[in-house]
């Protein structure tokens, strides 16, 4: 069984990176939909997002699927906002429902939200003194609705996948005036599907795991007559609870070191590493990096987990660092049940 599932690793590793070589190509800042690309859970961005090889629950199905095939009762949800950057928001649920015939794997429905608040929308006019007019504000939304489903096909080897399909709405802008001093506007937005995959494989060494993840793959879109890309994003992971290597008590002690090495379309190649100490499994301390940066830098966060009967609670913090934009506060929670 370990042989055949080695296998099929490594021919998931050939099909799934030469389609990631050709796409993440030389186009930095030049995708569309980058809001598939923002991390929208504290728990996985106090570590950077450095979480491909991490098993999350309902929060996996933002990151890698696979990881969503493994948790401890029946219903996993999980929810969260983003302060993101210029006063755009993010909100993001997540729901997995396991049935009790393990062999059916896992089935979940989630969503992302997005709010880039109002724009100033102006006309040029150079009867004005500034040389444009005000006309108004917009308000451009996005979201994306998915449906998951996960598996855990040995004790060792999980697959998953995330179809999702996505809204991007630039909302009605000025393209012309109507030669009696009105304006005609056109409305600008964008749907279509996108494929999330991923793979988690448990080594059998202590608790080192293993997995890969394909993000955003999808057909380029058309907003008005050029098309454009999603940011594809292909990911490779380890982690592990190092402590297993000490005699410090499991119960008590752990802290899972994570390292993703990520390939995206629209930047360079970075190597992440996150880090999640957690005491006595009731309370975190994360942390996160990658390279190289620009604005985006650390990560710091903390989290609080409280069982009450079959419940777990739990909610979480993160605070990243972004240059010239100051810090991204997030918050998310989580009840498994």
């Known amino acids: 069984m370990v042989k055949y599932t080695l296998r099929i690793l490594v021919l998931v590793l050939f099909v799934t990176y030469p389609v990631s070589e050709s796409y993440a190509q030389k186009k930095r800042a030049q995708t569309s939909m980058k809001f598939l690309s923002v991390s929208p859970l504290a728990s996985a961005a106090a570590m950077s997002s450095a979480v491909t090889s991490v098993e999350m629950g309902a929060a996996s199905a933002f990151y890698n699927p696979a990881g969503a095939s493994r948790f401890e009762n029946t219903f996993d949800f999980t929810g969260g906002a983003v302060q993101w950057i210029d006063d755009i928001s993010y909100q993001s649920g997540s729901i997995l429902y396991k049935f009790k015939n393990e062999n059916l794997g896992v089935f979940g429905f989630n969503f992302l939200s997005v709010d880039y608040g109002d724009i100033l929308s102006t006309v040029i006019d150079f009867n004005e003194p500034a040389g444009y007019r005000d006309v108004g504000t917009i308000n451009p939304t996005a979201i994306a609705i998915g449906f998951l489903y996960a598996n855990?096909?040995?004790?060792?080897?999980?697959?998953?996948?995330?179809?999702?399909?996505?809204?991007?709405?630039?909302?009605?802008?000025?393209?012309?005036?109507d030669g009696t001093g009105g304006y005609i506007s056109e409305d600008f937005s964008a749907s279509t599907g996108v494929l999330d995959f991923g793979v988690l494989y448990k080594t059998g060494f202590e608790s080192l795991n293993f997995a890969m993840s394909l993000r955003n793959f999808s057909p380029e879109v058309k907003y008005d007559v050029e098309e454009s890309e999603l940011p594809l994003t292909f990911n490779i992971g380890l982690s592990m609870n190092v402590l297993d290597l000490t005699n410090l008590d499991p119960e008590t002690h752990s802290m899972v070191v994570s390292i993703d090495a990520r390939r995206p379309r629209d930047f360079e190649e970075q190597l992440i590493l996150g880090i999640d100490y957690s005491f006595l499994n009731r309370f975190n301390i994360r942390g996160g990096y990658g390279i190289p940066t620009e604005e985006e830098t650390f990560s710091l966060g903390a989290g609080i987990r409280q069982p009450i009967g079959k419940l777990a609670l739990k909610a979480d913090y993160s605070y990243t660092e972004f240059g010239v934009f100051g810090g991204i506060n997030r918050i998310s929670f989580q009840i498994d049940f």
């Open 152 to 177: 855990a096909i040995t004790d060792q080897f999980s697959v998953g996948a995330n179809f999702r399909y996505a809204i991007q709405d630039l909302a009605s802008t000025i393209i012309d005036t």
